[in-house]
């Protein structure tokens, strides 16, 4: 069975920076595609950035873009979030995620809490 499971949040004041990083475990995870999507409270989940291992390509939400980055490095079952200046906009539990086979984005971890001080 695979799992994703995140670490990194916390607490930061406004501009400061924090990274997030996602691990698959599970002997069948090959997803080429992992993300992020993040929920903050009464509002509904949005995406933020995700990757392909295969080609290296990423894209982002419009309201993190210039300011977060995500890569994975060293193995396809890792996924890491690095977010810079960040706001108190940016707070919320973030989530990783990945696809199955035959399923889209189907593979969730448990979230990872980030809040941002202003």
């Known amino acids: 069975q695979v799992q994703l499971v995140e670490s990194g949040g916390g607490l930061v004041q406004a501009g400061e920076s924090l990274r997030l990083s996602c691990a698959a475990s599970?002997?069948?995870?090959?997803?080429?595609?992992m993300g992020w999507w993040r929920q903050s409270p009464g509002k509904e989940r949005e995406f933020v950035a995700a990757s392909r291992w295969s080609d290296d390509y990423a894209w982002y939400g419009d309201s993190v873009k210039g300011r977060f980055t995500i890569f994975r490095e060293n193995a396809p079952n890792t996924v890491y979030l690095q977010m810079t200046s960040l706001k108190p906009e940016d707070t919320a539990v973030y989530f990783c995620a990945a696809d199955s086979p035959g399923s889209t984005w189907s593979l969730w971890g448990q979230g990872t809490q980030v809040t941002v001080s202003s």
């Open positions: 599970g002997r069948t995870f090959s997803s080429d595609r």
